[in-house]
Each structure stands twice: as C-alpha cells, then as structure tokens.
C-alpha cells in the first residue's frame, strides 16, 4: 500500500516521534508504514486520517489500482 504520511508529517514539520505520540505508535511503527514495509489497521487508519483531517483514500492508495484522478 502506497501512503503519503511522510510528506503529511513533513508538511507539519513532526517528526517521526511526535507523529508516533499523537497516533500513540511506536516510532518504528511511523516508519515502517511510510517505508511501506507495514500496513496500519484500519483503527489506526482512521486514526491517522483524522490526525490529518482528511479521508483515509486521500493518505492510502493500492498500488494495484493507479493514482486516482
């Protein structure tokens, strides 16, 4: 699964760290899903979308099904 958590977290200027308190993760975790080696639950899914006030197919997108238009 694709995911654009690191440029969101970048665009806030967190680090991986303060993405992980307020998700309330492990760092290792904010780092595995944006290096795509982990994909979240869909709670936490939800989470991290309404962490960032958006719908969570506007964070996560298959890559079997291309880049939305």
Sequence with gaps: MH???RVLRAERAWSQQDLAERLEVSRQSVNAIETGRYDPSLPLAFKI???????IEDIFTNPSKGTPQ
């Design 49 to 55: 979308a309404d962490l960032f006030g958006m719908a």
């Design 3 to 5: 995911n654009r958590l």
